[in-house]
């Protein structure tokens, strides 16, 4: 069982940066595909970007390509979301998810672990 916890959601202005912090319990994280997913108020839960075991494969929503960068740490346990020049259209809760798939999957159906969410509000 792997246990997922998000941190480092908060209040900031567009423009400016963010960093999600999710640690994972659990001796199999290292083989996990991670990703991380977002759902704004009243709309869907969507894609953000994913990051295979090994960190080799990155795939990221056209939305946040070029802005949010996600990466991992496997002797902590632990993957990132760097989002700078944020906008508005960025506020939402955002999740982080574990998948076994081996490729860095978009779909959320392919995850089998979800966190408990941190919220990133965007000021214009």
């Known amino acids: 069982q792997v246990q997922l916890v998000e941190s480092g959601g908060g209040l900031v202005q567009a423009g400016g940066s963010l960093r999600l912090s999710c640690s994972a319990s659990g001796r199999t994280f290292g083989r996990l595909t991670m990703g991380w997913f977002r759902r704004a108020p009243g709309q869907e839960r969507e894609f953000v970007a994913a990051?295979?075991?090994?960190?080799?494969?990155?795939y990221y929503a056209d939305s946040v390509k070029g802005r949010f960068t996600i990466s991992r740490d496997n002797a902590k346990n632990t993957v990132y979301l760097q989002m700078n020049n944020v906008k508005p259209e960025d506020t939402a809760v955002y999740y982080c998810?574990?998948?076994?798939?081996?490729?860095?999957?978009?779909?959320?159906?392919?995850?089998?672990?979800w966190g408990q969410g941190t919220q990133v509000t965007v000021s214009s």
């Open positions: 990051l295979t075991w090994s960190g080799g494969i990155t």
């Open positions: 998810a574990a998948s076994n798939y081996v490729t860095a999957t978009a779909r959320s159906r392919n995850y089998d672990h």
